[in-house]
C-alpha cells in the first residue's frame, strides 16, 4: 500500500501481518468528546487536571476496544479464506475491509461474531483486574473497561443491519431461502444467480430490521429520561441523533443494495440486448433484410417494420 493510500485512510498506526492498521482522521471528534463528557465530572473527585486525564484514557481504552472488534472480525475473515485489507477506527466506530469472494452464511456470520467475542474478552479482562486491589483511578479504568465492552457486545449484536448482529441475520435468511431453493429445484442450472437473489433478500430483510433497532434504540435513549422525571442534555440528543442517522442510513443502503441484486440476478440477457445481423455495407437492402428474417422469427411474421439499417450491419 503507497503513502498516498494511506493518507485516505487516516493516519497509520501499524501492521499486523501485514493488515494495516489506520486511525480515521475522525476519530479525534469522539475522543474529544468523550474528554468533555467525563472530565468536568471527573475533575469534581480528582485533583487537577487528573480528571481530564482519566477521561484521555478512557477514550485511549474505548479505541483499543474499537481495535480489538475489528481485529476479531479480520482473524476470522483469515481463517475463511477472504483477504484483509485494512483495519480502521473513526468516529462511527470501526470498520474491516476483506474480500468477500466466495462467501458462505456459516463463514459470514462467523465473522460478525468474531468482533463482539472480542470485546466479551476484554471485558472479562477487565473484570479480572477488578478482582485485584488496584488504585481508585485504576479500578475506575477497570471497571469502564468492562462496561464499555459489554455495552459495545451487546449493542452490535442487535439484529439489524449495519450491525453485527445484522449480518447474522442476514447470513441466516441466506442459508434457509438457498436451502429451500435448492430443496424445490435441485438441479438449478445458473446456481450464481439464484446466490445472489437469496443473498438479496437476505440484505432486504436485515435492513428492514435495521430500521427497527434504530428507532427502538432512539425511543429508549431519549423516552428513559423522559419517563424517569430527567430531560435529556443537549449533548446526550446530539449523539443519539448521529447515531441514529449513521444506523437508519446503513439499514436503507442494505435495503437498497439487495434490491438491486434481485433486480440484476433476475435480469436476462434477452430483455435487454436486442438481435443485430452483420452484412457488408456494399450488400442489397434485400439480402441484409433476408438474413435478418433467418435470424429474427418476427420476420418471417411480417415485422419489418422493426428492422432499422445501420452502417455495417441491421438490427432491430
Not at 37 to 58: D, R
Not at 66 to 72: I, N, P, R, S
Not at 185 to 193: E, L, Q, S
Not at 264 to 286: E, H, I, K, N
Request: hydrophobic share 55%.
Amino acid at each position: 500500500m503507497n503513502p498516498a493510500a494511506d493518507a485516505t485512510h487516516g493516519w497509520l498506526l501499524g501492521r499486523v501481518r501485514g493488515v494495516p492498521i489506520f486511525i480515521g482522521r475522525s476519530w479525534p471528534i469522539i475522543a474529544i468528546a468523550i474528554v468533555l463528557s467525563f472530565g468536568p465530572q471527573l475533575a469534581q473527585v480528582l485533583p487537577g487536571g487528573a480528571g481530564y486525564a482519566v477521561a484521555a484514557a478512557y477514550a485511549l481504552l474505548l479505541l483499543v476496544s474499537v481495535l480489538v472488534h475489528e481485529a476479531g472480525h479480520a482473524v476470522a475473515a483469515r481463517a475463511s479464506g477472504h483477504r484483509v485489507d485494512r483495519i480502521v477506527a473513526n468516529l462511527w466506530g470501526g470498520h474491516t475491509v476483506f474480500d468477500t469472494a466466495g462467501r458462505r452464511p456459516g463463514t459470514a456470520a462467523l465473522t460478525a461474531l468474531a468482533g463482539p467475542l472480542g470485546n466479551l474478552l476484554l471485558a472479562g479482562v477487565g473484570w479480572l483486574l477488578q478482582q485485584t486491589q488496584l488504585p481508585d483511578v485504576l479500578a475506575l479504568l477497570a471497571w469502564a473497561l468492562t462496561f464499555s465492552n459489554l455495552f459495545v457486545a451487546a449493542f452490535n449484536l442487535l439484529p439489524g443491519l449495519p450491525l453485527d448482529g445484522g449480518f447474522v441475520v442476514e447470513a441466516i435468511v441466506w442459508k434457509v431461502t438457498g436451502d429451500r431453493w435448492l430443496a424445490a429445484r435441485p438441479r438449478v442450472v445458473d446456481r450464481a444467480c439464484e446466490v445472489i437473489i437469496d443473498l438479496g433478500l437476505a440484505m432486504v430483510v436485515a435492513g428492514w430490521l435495521g430500521r427497527v433497532v434504530t428507532l427502538g434504540a432512539v425511543l429508549y435513549l431519549l423516552g428513559e429520561p423522559l419517563l424517569s422525571g430527567a430531560t435529556p442534555s443537549f449533548f446526550t440528543i446530539a449523539w443519539v441523533a448521529l447515531i441514529g442517522a449513521f444506523l437508519w442510513q446503513g439499514a436503507t443502503q442494505a435495503i437498497r443494495t439487495g434490491t438491486a441484486r434481485r433486480a440484476v440476478a433476475r435480469l436476462r440477457v434477452g430483455q435487454v440486448l436486442r438481435p443485430v445481423v452483420v452484412v457488408p455495407t456494399y450488400a442489397a437492402a434485400v439480402a441484409a433484410l433476408e438474413a435478418f428474417g433467418r435470424r429474427h422469427p418476427l420476420h418471417r411474421h411480417g415485422a419489418l417494420s422493426r428492422v432499422r439499417a445501420r452502417p455495417g450491419g441491421v438490427g432491430a
